[in-house]
Structure formats: structure tokens, C-alpha cells
């Protein structure tokens, strides 16, 4: 089946240490998008990235670092410089031709 | 950033009830994109529907119906004779415009449907 996937669904990290969160589409989408919601918000953009080996600073990129070496793949690190690091982290992707946004099913991070 | 704004915070009716889900957005464009999202308590955000700016009529989906209005910039989403699944959190989004295709998301407005 076509779909995003998030691996794992929850995590648990000490202060201090780097963290990736792993996000696979097979639905063939070019563009992949990481969000992050805390409780009670919206979702606000990360990162983003539109074409392999690209991607852009979203509205709250400090403390988090991507890569998009593969079509398929675009994890996303979340480093000791990431203040409250503790939250629902959100992947999703879409097509050329459509505007909608496609979402996995999220990674929910704790840091103590 | 151009915002989305949801009002209602949170909305609890009864089963079978009508409810309807408030979204104004701010834009300057001529040419953007509305959306709904629903976020049930698993987490994933499941996409719903998406609107054109060009295209002003009214859809309906089922029990889903959505009101767009470009002279109020708002564009709404009411749910008929409402059930327990409907329970969730929806979020009603825009593009940010360009060829991105970034959203800016609503805070969400959290739908309790009881029994």
C-alpha cells in the first residue's frame, strides 16, 4: 500500500542528545514537509524540501537539521540546541500536481 | 505570514446534532488554496477536502458540506447529523502562496461528539 510512514511512534531521549526521526513515502512525491505540534496548536513547518539533495529553513528551523538524499527519505534530526525539544512531530509529502499534503502517522517525542 | 484563524477552540454536541466549524483566513493573493484536515485521536492527519480559490460553490461530501466565501474570506465545514467517529480535532488551512505548496495551519478546533 502507498503511504507515508514514521518510525517510531514514541520516543524517549535524555537532555543533551541528538535525536532522528525517520520518515519513508512511497507514493512517489517529490516534495516532503516536517511539522511540529505542540498541545493545543497548529502545525508549524520545520523544514522542507521540494527535490532531492534540496530543502529549505520552514518557520521554526532552529535546533533541527533534514536530509533529502533519497526521493523516499527525509529524516529529520533534532539536536541538543533545540530548546523544547518534547513534542508531536508530523511528515508529510505531496505530488506535482496537487496542492494537498499527505501525513504520517507522527513521532511523538519526549525529552526529560 | 498570511494567517489562518479558527475560533472555536473546542465544540461538544450530541450525537445527530449539526454542527459547523468556523475558518477565516487572511490572504492578499488573488489565487490560493483552502483546506480541512481531521486529526482523530491517533494522531494522523487525514485530508479532506481542498478548495480554489476561482471556485466558489458550495461542496458536499456525504454529511460533509463546506460554505466558501470570498467576500468574508471564510471557509467553513459542517458536519450533518454528527457521530461519535466524528469526534477529532479538524484543521482548516491555506497555501502560502507560490509554487511550494507550503500551509499555514489553523490552532485546530477540537469536536467532542457524545453519545
Known amino acids: 500500500d502507498g503511504g507515508i510512514t514514521q518510525s517510531p511512534k514514541y520516543l524517549f531521549r535524555k537532555e543533551g542528545q541528538n535525536v532522528t526521526l525517520s520518515c519513508e513515502q512511497n507514493?512517489?512525491?517529490?516534495?516532503m514537509y516536517w511539522y511540529r505540534q505542540d498541545p493545543g496548536q497548529g502545525l508549524r513547518l520545520i523544514y522542507y524540501?521540494?527535490?532531492?539533495?534540496?530543502?529549505q529553513k520552514g518557520d521554526i528551523a532552529e535546533g533541527y537539521s533534514v536530509s533529502r538524499e533519497k526521493k523516499e527519505s527525509f529524516p529529520l534530526t533534532v539536536t541538543s540546541a533545540q530548546k523544547n525539544p518534547t513534542a508531536f512531530y508530523l511528515c508529510?509529502?505531496?505530488?506535482?500536481?496537487?496542492?494537498?499534503?499527505?501525513f504520517g502517522p507522527g513521532t511523538r517525542l519526549t525529552v526529560t | 505570514a498570511q494567517k489562518v484563524t479558527q475560533a472555536q477552540t473546542e465544540i461538544s454536541v450530541v450525537e445527530k446534532e449539526d454542527v459547523t466549524l468556523d475558518c477565516v483566513y487572511e490572504?492578499?493573493?488573488?489565487?490560493?488554496?483552502l483546506f480541512w484536515y481531521k486529526q482523530p485521536p491517533s494522531g494522523e492527519l487525514v485530508f479532506l477536502i481542498r478548495r480554489n480559490s476561482f471556485d466558489e460553490q458550495n461542496e458536499i461530501s456525504g454529511r460533509y458540506s463546506w460554505n466558501f466565501q470570498k467576500s468574508t474570506s471564510s471557509f467553513n465545514f459542517t458536519i450533518t447529523a454528527s457521530q461519535v467517529v466524528d469526534s477529532a480535532v479538524y484543521f482548516c488551512?491555506?497555501?502560502?502562496?507560490?509554487?511550494?505548496?507550503?500551509?499555514?495551519f489553523g490552532k485546530g478546533t477540537k469536536l467532542s461528539v457524545k453519545p
Open positions: 524540501s521540494q527535490i532531492v539533495n534540496d530543502f
Open positions: 507514493l512517489n512525491h517529490d516534495a
Open positions: 490572504t492578499r493573493d488573488t489565487t490560493y488554496y
Open positions: 508529510a509529502s505531496r505530488g506535482q500536481v496537487a496542492y494537498e499534503q499527505y
Open positions: 488551512a491555506r497555501d502560502y502562496g507560490g509554487s511550494q505548496g507550503n500551509l499555514i
